[in-house]
């Protein structure tokens, strides 16, 4: 009974009551020393989704509301801090009060935590060697990353548009689409399958009879073959679906209609022809075609012809219309009724109108000879066949004239499969300056489709980034008032995206603009834990010099080192945690699946990485490297400098 109350009364002993007075003058003086920092580290974290904010296009339209959601919380997080927070601490934090050490967790990671700090201040030059050099093992590695505009974000369908002759006959594509359904319906992994010729009844569909619009439904993927992915399913279908005249092409619905309404192009690259006549552009498009060729990643390669329309060409001989005392009106009259229509009546249907049009059947048209011998009346010579005042020819022409800034345009088309879309594109721009050389005048060639983008978002992010290192930059000198110690949180970035570049190269993820918004956000992460840590180290600092002074002669090399310690080591805590809501918070994206991963994935991996590998930093490099400028202070001007923490 004895030793049950001598532990009662020891673990009474455990705690602090704290008198009203000094409670709130403790927590004043708390909420200054850290509420400072965290503001402008949450100022930073604002700053960094800088160049997000300057994206247009696509990517613009895509992270903007996330830019925006983030900036707003974290807006209203850095008001709450110097105003909510201290009111809310004042009301809830009261009673009695148990010293960090009484905490078994905290125990167990100081315990951990300072042999390893101690080992990196007794070994420095070892420390930082093995920062550097990880630091540029991940500088070739992120070089020999692929670039692309956006991950492939998979739709769960497959959009398949093949093209055919330009003057096939709407019997022959009927024909060939009954045969590709059939085909594509025969692979187990698809569920249903819808194919359409033509174009819509709508001035924004120009699409021809000779482009085919077919939709691939797939099934769930728990009832696909073992093993088998979505490009297996594209390439199987590819592989049996090789009809003479016809060039396949894959993509997916969604992409497929925001590549064609921003960029004009309906695959992922296009490398368009301008200049000032149509058979001179088809000639170069077929010599970018010819060297396209054989480029690994370059799929579905197809020129869009400028030429190989069938048209009837009527040409009326004057001379013979003066014989039979005919008009040219008169002429085109009866042509215009038995190819184009007339209108002869409306019906009235309650409020609706519908014109009734009446032309010659489509057997008369198709057929020359019963064209030549279509009867036009006249007053005194009787019906007299067209062929006797018009002489009527096939002709070929452009079966659809593109222009683009007032020149005219063909188009070389292709998908990249089974490669990045940067390197893919820059090995055949080297083929094509080697072999084309220098063209005619008022020719030239242009690069367009995801690649037009991926050009234009990286020359954004190029111009805003300095920018942005610079804002962070004067933002940490006016939380700590020291340029060294500013630069030395912003030492912290480099070293942040070692382990978002080595996480984004074991996973096999190409650079895009996903993947540079993970980094740009892991910039205000990794600078916001690093100013923790310097605020508790400059707290340690302060202690020091309070109890022993601020000279040479006070402080010696020992204290210096036993006080960065306390600093880095007994406020471990706050650091941890968070590092750990951080964590929490994103690893879970890792193992999601579905739509919308794909995209997600790239941003959360270079944050996960780089923040597990800038906490490494910041709590085994950031003390040492704190330790060296005091002890530079310290031996070169006789103390040390201590910032003052002022609200």
């Known amino acids: 009974m004895n030793s049950i109350a001598n532990k009662n009364k020891w673990w009474k002993r455990d705690y602090y009551k704290i008198p009203e007075a000094e409670r709130m003058s403790i927590i004043e003086r708390a909420c200054k020393q850290v509420s400072r920092g965290v503001f402008f580290s949450t100022i930073i974290i604002i700053t960094s989704f800088l160049p997000v904010f300057l994206l247009t296009g696509q990517e613009g339209k895509l992270f903007h509301p996330l830019a925006y959601t983030k900036s707003f919380i974290m807006l209203v997080d850095a008001i709450l801090v110097v105003t909510l927070a201290p009111v809310l601490i004042s009301i809830f934090m009261r009673g009695r009060f148990r010293p960090e050490t009484a905490n078994p967790i905290n125990r167990f990671l100081e315990k951990i935590y300072e042999p390893f700090i101690r080992a990196c201040i007794k070994w420095r030059k070892t420390t930082i060697t093995v920062n550097i050099i990880a630091l540029a093992i991940s500088i070739p590695m992120i070089m020999s990353l692929g670039t692309e505009f956006m991950p492939p974000l998979d739709e769960g369908t497959i959009l398949f548009m093949p093209v055919t002759l330009p003057d096939v006959s709407n019997s022959e594509v009927k024909r060939i689409l009954q045969v590709q359904d059939k085909i594509i319906a025969s692979v187990p992994e698809v569920k249903s399958v819808l194919g359409k010729a033509g174009r819509a009844n709508t001035a924004t569909d120009n699409s021809p009879i000779s482009m085919i619009e077919t939709i691939v439904m797939l099934k769930p993927k728990n009832e696909w073959r073992k093993g088998i992915t979505k490009n297996d399913i594209i390439n199987e279908l590819n592989s049996k679906l090789q009809i003479p005249g016809v060039t396949n092409g894959w993509t997916q619905p969604i992409i497929n209609r925001i590549n064609m309404l921003s960029t004009g192009i309906r695959t992922d690259v296009g490398v368009k022809v301008y200049g000032q006549n149509l058979d001179s552009i088809y000639a170069f498009a077929q010599v970018v075609k010819k060297e396209l060729e054989g480029i690994g990643g370059v799929k579905d390669l197809y020129v869009e012809p400028v030429t190989g329309g069938k048209y009837i060409d009527i040409t009326i001989k004057r001379e013979e219309l003066a014989r039979y005392n ?74 659809m004239i593109n222009s683009e800034n007032a020149l005219l345009r063909g188009t070389v088309l292709f998908n990249v499969r089974e490669r990045d879309l940067g390197s893919t594109v820059s090995e055949a721009q080297q083929r094509l300056n080697q072999m084309i050389g220098k063209m005619p005048k008022g020719y030239f060639l242009e690069w367009s489709g995801q690649y037009e983008n991926l050009i234009r978002s990286e020359q954004t992010l190029k111009l805003i980034l300095p920018v942005v290192l610079l804002v962070i930059f004067i933002s940490m000198y ?75 002669e006070a402080i010696t090399s020992e204290d210096l080192r036993e006080y960065t310690i306390r600093g880095a080591a007994k406020r471990l805590r706050p650091k941890i945690m968070t590092v750990s809501v951080t964590l929490f918070a994103l690893v879970p994206i890792l193992w999601s699946s579905g739509v919308g991963s794909d995209v997600m994935k790239p941003i959360v991996m270079p944050m996960v990485g780089g923040v597990i590998t800038s906490a490494i930093y910041i709590l085994l490099v950031t003390p040492l490297v704190f330790l060296i400028g005091k002890e530079y202070e310290l031996k070169k001007y006789g103390k040390i400098a201590v910032p003052e923490i002022k609200h």
């Open 478 to 552: 006016f939380a700590f008032h020291s340029a060294r110690e500013a630069l030395l949180s912003l030492i912290t970035i480099p070293f942040a995206l070692i382990g978002g570049a080595y996480l984004i190269y074991f996973f096999g993820v190409n650079l895009s603009v996903a993947v540079a918004v993970g980094f740009i956000a892991l910039f205000g992460l990794a600078v916001e834990t690093n100013i923790v840590m310097i605020i508790y180290l400059n707290d340690a600092m302060q202690q020091l010099v309070l109890k022993k002074g601020n000279s040479r």
């Open 326 to 399: 005919l008009s040219v009106d008169d002429v085109n009259a009866v042509i215009e009724t038995a190819l184009g229509g007339v209108q002869i009546t409306t019906t009235i249907e309650g409020r609706q109108r519908f014109s009734v049009n009446a032309r010659f059947g489509q057997d008369f048209r198709n057929n020359m000879e019963a064209l030549k011998r279509l009867q036009i009346q006249t007053n005194g010579f009787g019906p007299i066949p067209l062929q006797a005042v018009a002489d009527v020819t096939n002709s070929e022409g452009a079966p």
